[in-house]
């Protein structure tokens, strides 16, 4: 009964700055751990961000740029993504399961290019 609706992918200048959001509905209680996949053009699904608690952590190709976190409502998880490299170019999924993602958000596309 969990669905996750992403927003906020778009159109960025590289060294720009973008804030995904994922809003959860339905019992999310036993969610406890959240993240965010990209996939790039021509590549596998990799996992960006993770959070857990209040421990995050993240890929070393994102990490220092990218924050993952969550609303005081526990509702709607972001990805605040600064400095952003036309490599950062993908789909980007919002994932709430525990050991293996078990819901999904529909993606939202990111493209950074000048």
């Known amino acids: 009964q969990v669905q996750l609706v992403e927003s906020g992918g778009g159109l960025v200048e590289p060294g720009g700055s973008l804030t995904l959001s994922c809003t959860a509905s339905?019992?999310?209680?036993?969610?406890?751990?959240w993240g965010w996949y990209r996939q790039q053009p021509g590549k596998q699904r990799e996992v960006v961000a993770g959070?857990?608690?209040?421990?995050?952590d993240y890929i070393d190709s994102v990490r220092h740029r990218f924050t993952i976190f969550r609303s005081n409502t526990k509702r709607t998880l972001y990805l605040q993504m600064n400095n952003l490299k036309p490599e950062d170019t993908a789909v980007y999924y919002c994932?709430?399961?525990?050991?293996?993602?078990?819901?999904w958000g529909q993606g939202t596309q990111v493209t950074v290019s000048s």
């Open positions: 994932v709430g399961g525990d050991e293996n993602p078990l819901y």
């Open positions: 339905g019992n999310i209680a036993r969610i406890y751990a």
């Open positions: 959070l857990k608690g209040a421990e995050d």
